[in-house]
DNA sequence: CTGGGGTCCT
DNA sequence: AGGACCC
């Protein structure tokens, strides 16, 4: 349908300006000769001429407005949202007090020792708002097929190629008003016909316009359908998704509209806060010149650290330039990068498919689409960072407050009535607008903690560069799962990530226990004991290396070295139905060895798990199942059971309802093996925080007797 | 002295 | 599981 389109509207183009019009000469000769040889199906617009319509917005100093919506006093002032030790995003005003974004708040302060700090590390409201953001626009455009991608919680990407081309098909049919030389852009279907906005038919962009000549230059186009005229419409309907933002939410942005994403990114930073800019090359040099005034290719969407880190070092190796691999070198201007980084070189470096996109984004080509961000995330974690932390205790304590956090998000965001509260509702999107432009702000209906008397901040102090300084901060107020709300998704995998020291992040994960999604019939604290114990098997797992789990990583993970710096734990691999329970079978299935293997399909055995004790009791010995609590077991019994590897076994494995865990020293065995039960699959007594993996994957699973001994090296003795 | 998140690719 | 990218 593209191609139909594209075909009316270059043969409307062919008339006026084809030379300057730009739309062929937009693609370098290389692009413009290749037809696609992969046999994978291109996006509709590869290899055609530029055809999309791409605008990028960016909500101004995000969590600064996001700030002062909740505290009105903040508006006007200097003001820095820190995370930890670091300033998040700052105002324009503290930006124009020599603050910058990404410093340190120490050095922040230094700089402006009147700054307004916000404790930004609850990103709660800031994620909410941004939803809020996403859901209006995705409101407007999506009836029409538009797509919406987030990216962050401050930007993003909207496509109205199809939207724009509806309205000018609907007005080459003549179905659109008009009036004194102005056409009005209906932005909901038939239903909604008053909402929507007026445009000058003589085809003037708004906002700013690069390259800085280009429009002047073709001031004689007329408002047919060319490919440069449907941009300039853009940034209209582009204006009109910025003021529905602002005055439904009370947000400023800035935007970028474009032909593809990096471009629109980019030129939507050329004007900052508050204005938008039209990015209207006449022709593929146009681009060129446009990219090599920025003189750090970093600037463009692609070039990472790691990236750009190659390629200076690569850059040194031939020309004899002295960059080392610093932080502080200077930056490799666009320009010298497309020039010193011919393709061939590039794929070298990056690999084929890397090599070619970053060939063509020097270029500023860019064939990736606008993906519609979906209703429900790939994975929620939360995390935090400490400075060195451990001990078993302390480190159990924070696994505990982090599952518990994690809970309440995943409560929060996955669970709700049918339609999804988090879902579009177009309809009401739709009545939004319907309202004036002009109208109020919508209320923000956080729900505040008002723990001090003087209103809705919390006052911290904390101790920054020798002073106490006063830390506002925005709490919610607890709530729990409404009655009629169900899960959405089921999380079915969790991963714990940590850092040690400064070093890098490593992660493990298992499966989730299955009973967090009984919110009816257990506390969140209940289930946050269960997931922190799940978490803290993870934690001593250790490496694929460590084979049978000889417990290093976790010694030193719990008592060595320099601690933990960060803990994440992620919940991934969101289901839309809840498993009917945990897969305990998948080790001994694909073992193979299990023909005289007992089946026990008719236990759930989550189920049994949550059953009254005495109940439980009575249905495990009716099935033959262990549900035996072990005090201790002795050494070399276990030794033995190892080595004839669990897998040989017949029964599942099988633990008795979990105690939380327990707060006592790891390094002491008889604290151990006291409140390790056995498994009744193998016979190996395990921690408690290692049942639920050994329930698993039995090899992997740390014995009481091993952990006892690789932490006593560190610890108090076998 | 370096946040608290996300996505995709290998 | 890790590494890159994005904010």
């Known amino acids: 349908m593209t191609t139909k389109r594209s075909r009316s509207l270059s043969s409307a183009a062919a008339d006026s300006n084809a030379p300057q ?121 999506g009836p029409w097929d538009g797509k919406v991608e987030k990216l962050g919680l401050d930007e993003l990407f909207v496509d109205v190629t199809e939207m724009v081309d509806a309205h000018i098909r609907g007005r080459e049919e003549g179905k659109t008003r008009e009036d004194a030389g102005r056409v009005f852009f209906q932005v909901a279907p038939d239903s909604e016909p008053e909402a929507g906005f007026w445009y000058d038919t003589l085809g003037k962009p708004i906002g700013h316009v690069l390259p800085l000549d280009s429009h002047a230059s073709s001031s004689e186009d007329t408002p047919s359908s060319t490919y440069r005229s449907r941009l300039i419409l853009t940034t209209h309907l582009a204006l009109h998704l910025r003021n529905l933002i602002h005055s439904q939410i009370g947000l400023t942005t800035s935007a970028g509209i474009a032909h593809n994403k990096v471009l629109a990114k980019l030129v939507s930073s050329r004007h900052k806060p508050a204005k938008q800019t039209l990015f209207l090359p006449r022709s593929a040099e146009d681009v060129v010149r446009f990219l090599d005034d920025e003189a750090d290719v970093r600037a463009i969407m692609g070039f990472g650290g790691a990236i750009v880190s190659k390629m200076r070092e690569s850059l040194g190796a031939t020309s004899s330039e002295a960059a080392a691999n610093d932080d502080a070198s200077p930056p490799l201007s666009v320009s010298l990068a497309r020039k010193a980084f011919p393709l061939a070189h590039l794929t070298t470096l990056f690999g084929p498919r890397l090599g070619i996109r970053l060939h063509g984004l020097l270029r500023g ?100 560069s020798d002073q106490k300084v006063i830390v506002r901060c925005y709490r919610e107020r607890e709530s729990d799962p409404s009655e009629s709300s169900t899960w959405q998704r089921y999380p079915l995998t969790v991963r714990l990530s940590i850092r040690h020291g400064w070093g890098k992040r490593t992660s493990r994960s298992t499966a989730m226990p299955l009973d967090i999604f009984d919110v009816r019939t257990l506390s969140r604290r209940e289930r946050a004991e269960r997931l922190a114990g799940v978490l803290m098997g993870l934690l001593l797992r ?33 289901a839309t139905r809840r498993p ?21 399909d008719s236990v759930d055995m989550e189920t049994l798990l949550q059953l009254p004790e005495d109940i439980r009791r009575e249905v495990a010995a009716q099935y033959g199942i262990v549900l035996e609590e072990q005090e201790a077991v002795v050494g070399a019994e276990q030794e033995s059971r190892l080595d004839t590897g669990c897998e040989e076994d017949e029964d599942d494995a099988l633990w008795d309802d979990l105690p939380p865990i327990p707060a006592m020293d790891p390094s002491s065995p008889a604290n151990i093996a006291s409140s390790s039960l056995v498994c ?39």
Not at 409 to 437: C, I, N, Y
Not at 581 to 599: E, H, I, M, N, V
Not at 688 to 696: I, S
């Open 21 to 141: 019009n730009g739309i062929a000469s937009l693609l370098s000769p290389k692009a413009q000769g290749k037809r696609r040889v992969t046999t994978s199906s291109p996006p509709p617009h590869v290899g055609a001429p530029p055809n999309r319509l791409i605008i990028a917005i960016d909500l101004d100093s995000f969590y600064v407005s996001a700030s002062r919506l909740l505290d009105p006093s903040l508006i006007g002032q200097p003001v820095g949202v820190k995370q930890k030790g670091l300033l998040a995003t700052c105002s324009y005003e503290a930006r124009a007090l020599g603050v910058r974004k990404l410093s340190t708040v120490r050095d922040a302060l230094r700089r402006c020792p009147a700054l307004i700090l916000v404790d930004g590390e609850d990103l709660t409201w800031y994620r909410r708002l941004s939803a809020k953001v996403w859901r209006l626009v995705r409101g407007v455009v």
């Open 365 to 464: 080509l860019d064939d990736e689409e606008v993906a519609p961000t979906p209703l429900y995330p790939l994975q929620i974690s939360i995390e935090d960072t400490y400075r060195g932390l451990k001990g078993q205790e302390v480190v159990a304590e924070q696994m505990r407050l982090l599952a518990a956090s994690l809970l309440r998000r995943l409560e929060g965001e996955l669970m709700g009535s049918g339609a999804g509260m988090l879902s579009s509702e177009p309809g009401k999107a739709e009545q939004m607008e319907k309202q004036d432009d002009r109208g109020k702000w919508q209320r923000h209906d956080m729900p505040l903690f008002l723990p001090g008397e003087q209103g809705n901040i919390t006052g911290k102090e904390a101790p920054i």
């Open 542 to 574: 250790g490496g694929p290396g460590q084979g049978q789990g000889q417990g290093q990583i976790s010694g030193e993970a719990l008592l060595g070295g320099e601690g933990l710096n960060l803990i994440n734990i992620a919940a991934l691999n969101l």
């Open 580 to 600: 009917a329970a945990q897969p305990l079978r998948t080790f001994f299935d694909a073992g193979g060895g299990g023909a005289a293997r007992q089946k026990r």
């Open 680 to 718: 009744s699959h193998c016979g190996v007594a395990e921690a408690p925080w290692l049942q639920h993996d050994h329930a698993r994957w039995p090899i992997y699973g740390v014995p009481a007797v091993l952990l006892g001994s690789a932490t006593a090296s560190e610890g108090s003795g076998a």
